[in-house]
């Protein structure tokens, strides 16, 4: 399977160059794009350099016809001129249907978005008007958004898959209350949940502010989705864990009802990594 990743906040807080992709109402980030090969290459060079060029781009620049994808994708990362081209370009290659009998052997591909809410909404980015950018109106935010919605395929097989994080939130009302309302679709909003005020009680299915506006945008990228929710251990599972990492010699003290408490604490709640973090690493 073949990797490409994406940061929400950095694509979006405008902290590197942008300009208009012409003859069309995006917005291509020339830097960002050079990075993002660059990684591309250096994550999937291996598999990158079994593939070559199948089909013919409009390019500024020409290229051999045979060239292999991992040398295609490096062009790119060394001239941000023409890295939203050679991004576009590699897409359509990686997004092509394997052709075994000419050699044109493809393989799954994994995308995905980390922070997705930062792209939810405004970016920090200004249009000629100095008027706020839309985040799916950035190249790389539309292209990724195009497979949430199934408008590009995947025809080989793969994966699009965007996380949240709560630590780090950006607000965008409109993707709350999708995702509020997918987890209460999935679940029947059969499962109580705590309240300060009232107890344990189920919760009703969420209802949008009939004033306030609804982005349009973030609801069609989020319509097909499905949504998962991903918490911590509960203190039991943590407990299980730890007596793992115990028999397995990496945790040296027992594993007591304090000793559970405090690292699931400090582990915010029983994230299996910073769990990790508080026992294994730091040998006790």
């Known amino acids: 399977m073949?990797?490409?990743a994406f940061k929400g906040q950095d694509l979006t807080i405008g902290h590197t160059s942008y300009e208009p992709v012409e003859g069309t109402n995006l917005y291509a980030q020339p830097h960002y794009t050079a990075n993002l090969l660059s990684t591309i290459v250096k994550a999937n060079e291996k598999v990158l350099s079994t593939m070559e060029l199948s089909m013919k781009h409009d390019l500024p620049k020409p290229?051999?016809?045979?060239?292999?994808?991992?040398?295609?994708?490096?062009?790119?990362?060394?001239?941000p001129e023409i890295a939203h081209q050679i991004y576009v370009a590699l897409l359509k290659e990686l997004s092509a249907p394997s052709k075994a009998e000419k050699g044109q052997q493809r393989v799954p591909l994994f995308i995905g978005f980390d922070a997705i809410d930062h792209?939810?909404?405004?970016?920090?980015?200004?249009?000629?008007q100095t008027k706020p950018i839309h985040a799916h109106?950035?190249?790389l935010v539309n292209n990724f958004a195009r497979y949430m919605t199934g408008e590009n395929v995947l025809p080989n097989g793969g994966m699009v898959l965007a996380s949240v994080s709560e630590s780090n939130r950006a607000a965008s009302a409109t993707m709350d209350f999708v995702l509020d309302t997918k987890y209460g679709t999935q679940t029947n909003w059969v499962e109580p949940r705590f309240n300060p005020h009232t107890g344990w009680k189920a919760e009703p299915m969420p209802?949008?502010?009939p004033y306030a506006p609804f982005d349009e945008r973030v609801g069609k990228c989020l319509e097909s989705a499905e949504a998962h929710k991903v918490e911590g251990l509960s203190k039991t599972e943590a407990k299980g864990l730890m007596e793992y990492y115990a028999m397995s010699g990496v945790l040296r003290n027992s594993v007591t009802e304090r000793l559970v408490s405090e690292k699931w604490s400090v582990s915010g709640g029983g994230?299996?990594?910073e769990l990790e973090r508080a026992t294994v690493r730091t040998r006790i």
Do not use: H, P
Request: charged share 20%.
């Open 2 to 4: 073949l990797t490409c």
């Open 63 to 79: 290229v051999q016809s045979n060239i292999s994808l991992a040398r295609f994708a490096e062009l790119g990362a060394r001239d």
């Open 119 to 128: 792209a939810m909404g405004l970016s920090k980015y200004l249009d000629a």
């Open 137 to 139: 109106d950035l190249a």
């Open 207 to 209: 209802k949008w502010n």
């Open 271 to 273: 994230i299996i990594g």
